[in-house]
């Protein structure tokens, strides 16, 4: 600031300080903290002592000269966090700003609003098998999930039952030869809550009905039929299709993806972030880390390099479970 402190704003800020010194040094310990810090920055060993006596000697002039020296306005960052889609536009008016995502990446403010897709599918990825996850929760087996895949002639039909806790979950998704979308039928059980989806796909539209838990006890349900772009994927079969797509480090792909829980279209990222080698209890594999996002939480995702693909661990971003291939 250019103009001049007034007096009470002054008498207000020093009141503040000199009435909130004494909670940092109310134990030894924040004692000890206070005092090696003032020994840190060379501020002599009287300065608990003094502190209030040398706060009162401060006037308007000295204190903004101090900050005239100090604080320089241009290399000042401001940090928020919290949902940049919502914030950008906001800030935008009011200074300069730069998107980072959860590891400090820089962002291009166009990922905020991705436009999804179709994207094409290697069918030759997509073959029966039949494979079991562990889920660790902290680190500890407290559930299990499977999957299964059937070529059926021309349909494809993909399995998956989950159990975590009071957490219990059973899809069934039937493809067509093309890899686009039939049917989804859902039902599982959350904390006492029932819930069912039935979902059809045909001509461009999805049709049926979706439940999913709510706070109160009593599932909501949705009544859906709307049209949806071509390419779209159930997001049940998300986990399947992934294996099929033409995945390569640094590649990002948008998704059209149909939430069943939410009755409607989500765009959701594949980022082919780079390729590791991945312990699980099934063994050891070179896999493409996947980042999603545009979902409920981000996940990470690994998908074996070799052919025939599969996926071999699932780590939402941010809760304590992890999914990780067993047989």
Avoid: C
Wanted: no cysteine; proline share 6%; glycine share 8%.
């Amino acid at each position: 600031r250019t103009e001049a402190i007034p007096e009470s704003e002054l008498v207000a800020a020093k009141g503040f300080l000199v009435g909130s010194f004494p909670l940092t040094i109310e134990t030894p310990r924040q004692i000890a903290q206070v005092v090696s810090t003032a020994r840190l920055l060379g501020l002599g060993p009287d300065y608990v002592q003094r502190y209030r006596e040398r706060l009162a000697g401060v006037s308007a002039a000295r204190a903004r000269a101090a900050a005239q020296r100090v604080i320089h306005r241009d290399a000042l960052t401001i940090v928020v966090v919290g949902d940049a889609k919502e914030l950008y536009e906001k800030l935008k008016p009011i200074a300069p700003v730069r998107l980072v995502d959860l590891d400090g990446k820089a962002m291009d403010p166009a990922e905020l609003n991705p436009k999804g897709g179709p994207v094409t599918f290697d069918r030759s990825q997509i073959v029966a098998r039949s494979d079991s996850f562990q889920a660790l929760v902290q680190g500890n087996v407290f559930g299990a999930q499977t999957a299964k895949v059937e070529v059926l002639g021309d349909s494809i039909v993909y399995t998956e039952a989950t159990t975590i806790g009071q957490f219990q979950q059973q899809s069934r998704v039937v493809l067509n030869g093309d890899l686009s979308m039939r049917r989804t039928d859902q039902t599982g059980t959350v904390q006492g809550q029932h819930t069912e989806t039935h979902l059809t796909y045909a001509n461009g539209r999805v049709k049926g009905t979706a439940m999913s838990p709510q706070p109160g006890g009593t599932p909501k349900s949705v009544a859906v039929d709307t049209t949806i772009a071509a390419g779209t994927v159930d997001d049940n079969a998300l986990t399947l299709l992934l294996a099929a797509m033409p995945l390569e480090q640094g590649k990002t792909f948008n998704l059209n993806v149909f939430s069943t829980g939410e009755g409607a279209t989500k765009v959701v990222s594949v980022k082919v972030a780079a390729v590791e080698n991945v312990a699980v209890p099934a063994g050891t594999f070179p896999a493409y880390r996947l980042e999603l996002s545009g979902m409920q939480l981000p996940i990470v995702m690994h998908v074996t390099r070799d052919a025939p693909r599969r996926v071999v661990r699932i780590a939402p971003t941010g809760a304590p479970l992890v999914f990780e291939l067993v047989k």
